[in-house]
């Protein structure tokens, strides 16, 4: 199909752990197609130019969390930024940062995946209601509380964004906290006390200084700085009921 | 709950920096600007002694002194860790703003309560 | 052929952050200047105490330091002081509306109006503060 014969070069951060002490830059030339994305020169490097390029995607269309990469020094989601708007070039594609490489794009995710579950990102339930009293029933409004923080897709952009989760090892991170907020301010949750414990230690929320990158970079609106704030709120409260009305019940 | 510390700090610093962004400006601009440019005229040592008789008052000027401090105790020793990485030195950096902040709230306690009493 | 390779235990790449980090983009040097405002802050508390100082010890101390605040070098830097307390208030109050979420019959109030009542609160306490200066109370 006779397109117009553009390239666009894309710079990519290559590390195999075999060969390299260290990563290093690679080029490549793109066909420059006004409705490819980064993702689809990636694809068109491993079909067509270099099979070795190892990177992730899944749904390319922004769903999935899968291709979250920097570009030009952004986190971005490959599959949702245009080749076009980055021409003339190049295109710096490196591995999200703050996270250890693997290999070329590939970054060790198990760090996030232990701190989301830390933070226990389900409904926790005092007790639960007896099948016959039905489902639970939640307004329009109580469901309005949680749902921007519900849109997160774990693509860890916030991450790579935030210089405090590159600083501190310790810290939870932007999304984690939000998916506790989700849980938080969800009607059907009785376990906010519960992750308060958890959250409340030094590295918990407290490292954040509130830079506010993260909701900058988040491609679903979800508005970690935003959760981490109303975090911080709640958990000085808490703490000072906690020790001017300790008999109280929390 | 365990490290019950930074709670305490994370509430005297909201506090202090909302109290500071409210009245810190007009009152900077007032007394170190406009009124050494001659913009205004006071408040004069007898006058601004007058504004500060009121026990209520002290105090008033003693709590924004105190937030004040501790605002930036608790900012920048965050700065230093992130802008520095000079987290290592946990220890000494929040003896050092915790422990400033601490003396120089004691001494504006000090100062304020042994302000002349007027004739 | 890295010599540190292990078949099985391959070794992952951590990039270290360099000291400046917060120089590589223009949201962190934006951050950073947020954070060193509260430099001063604390100035601005010293610098209060130490006019409290000098009125304790009489009116020739405190006539000395009003000439200190008149130096030209002191103004200037206080012409500064004064520029970051403004930076100060002005990213804290529109900040507020991250912190501060409160509903009103079931809506959430939007953020104008959080940050607008905060403004105003800002307009009525310099009001109140220049009230007090000029011997109002």
Known sequence: MPEATATIRLEVLRYRPEEDTEPVWQSYEVPLRRDWMVLDGLNYVKDSLDGSLSYRWACRMGVCGSCGMMVNGKPTLTCASYLAALAPGPVRVEPLRGFPIVRDLVIDLREFLDKLKSVKPWLLRDEEPPLAAGEHLQTPEQLAEYKPYSMCINCMLCYAACPIYALEPGFVGPAAIALAQRYNFDSRDQGAAERLEILSQHEGIWACTFVGECSAVCPKGVDPAGAIQRYKVAATAAWWRSVLMPWGAR | MPRPREPFFWALFSSGGMIAALVLPALALWLWVARPLGWVAGPTGPELAALLAPPLLRLCLFVLIALALFHWAHRFRYTLYDGLQLAHLYGLIASICYGGATLLTAFAAWALWHLPRLP | ?137
């Open chain 3, 1 to 137: 052929m890295n010599p540190a390779y292990r078949p099985y235990h391959p070794k992952w790449h951590r990039e270290r952050m360099p000291i400046f980090w917060w120089l590589g983009q223009l949201s962190y040097i934006k951050f950073i200047v947020r954070e060193l405002t509260s430099l001063a802050v604390g100035y601005a508390a010293v610098l209060l105490v130490a006019e409290v100082c000098a009125l304790d010890r009489g009116a020739a101390a405190h006539a000395r330091f009003l000439r200190f605040l008149a130096a030209p070098p002191v103004l200037a830097f206080h012409l500064l002081v004064c520029a970051a307390l403004l930076f100060h208030t002005v990213t804290w109050l529109n900040l507020a509306p991250k912190a501060l979420v409160l509903r009103v019959g079931g809506r959430r109030l939007p953020d104008g109006a959080v940050v607008a009542g905060h403004y105003l609160a800002w307009v009525l306490a310099s009001g109140a503060v220049v009230w007090w200066l000029r011997g109002g109370l």
